[in-house]
């Protein structure tokens, strides 16, 4: 299958302090990815959509402020989690689909768990 | 209303026992529906997609009802390495998929 990629796997910061999350599609392109968060014991809820080239599109209540997209390529996608705060603190993931448009499988990254102290 | 609901268990059972579990969807317009499988602290994987008549992969079986708006779940001869938290995913026409909370599935030797 297909595979995305996303770094860092966890990550540990002070309050107040800017964390990148990147997410890539290796062996294909995606004008499209996905970004969202689970907490605990809790489904995984889309933040936004990632569109190459243009402004992502956010989901109700999600600042657009504090979680930076930036889609510049068609392999690499970026989450930028500004001055973060422990409740910031969650699982964050990233998806993309091949078949763009076709609403088959989508494929994750492996996740970045992000803790903020 | 959330947009899909699962039961979230846990379902504990034996090696070799059948479970079986439900998800509800909210949007009648809903087009695509899947079963993802997602082990603690790792990224979800498809499990299968589901179709409108219904269909079996393995061990595993899916079943979509329309009227009803839910999907379900079977899994037969349970394995241990079947303990997972299984989501359940709906698209709509947009391509955005929502999902369950997920049900989790314990299997004990």
């Known amino acids: 299958g297909a595979v995305v990629s996303q770094h860092p796997s966890w990550v540990i910061c002070k309050s107040g302090t800017s964390v990148k999350i990147e997410c890539r599609s290796l062996?294909?392109?995606?004008?499209?990815m996905f970004w969202y968060r689970q907490f605990p014991k809790q489904s995984l809820m889309l933040m936004a959509t990632?569109?190459?080239?243009?402004?992502?599109?956010?989901e109700q209540g999600v600042e657009k402020d504090k979680f930076l997209i930036n889609h510049a390529s068609l392999t690499l996608s970026t989450l930028t989690v500004t001055s973060a705060h422990p409740e910031d603190s969650s699982f964050y993931i990233c998806s993309a689909d091949p078949l763009q448009g076709t609403n088959t499988e989508a494929f994750f990254g492996q996740g970045t768990r992000l803790t903020v102290v | 209303r959330k947009e899909v609901e699962q039961d979230p268990g846990p379902f504990n059972v034996p090696e070799g026992a059948t479970v079986a579990f439900n998800c509800t969807y909210s949007?009648?317009?809903?087009?695509?529906f899947f079963w993802y499988r997602q082990d603690c602290r790792k990224e979800p994987k498809l499990l299968m997609s589901?179709?409108?008549s219904g269909n079996e992969d393995g061990r595993f079986t899916a079943q979509l009802n329309r009227a009803s708006q839910y999907i379900s779940l079977l899994i037969r001869d349970s394995k241990l390495s079947d303990s997972a938290t299984y989501l359940c995913v709906v698209s709509t026409n947009d391509y955005k998929l929502s999902f369950g909370a997920g049900t989790t599935v314990t299997v004990r030797a």
């Open positions: 949007n009648s317009a809903s087009q695509s």
């Open positions: 062996d294909f392109q995606a004008t499209t």
């Open positions: 589901v179709y409108s």
């Open positions: 990632s569109n190459e080239g243009s402004k992502a599109t956010y």
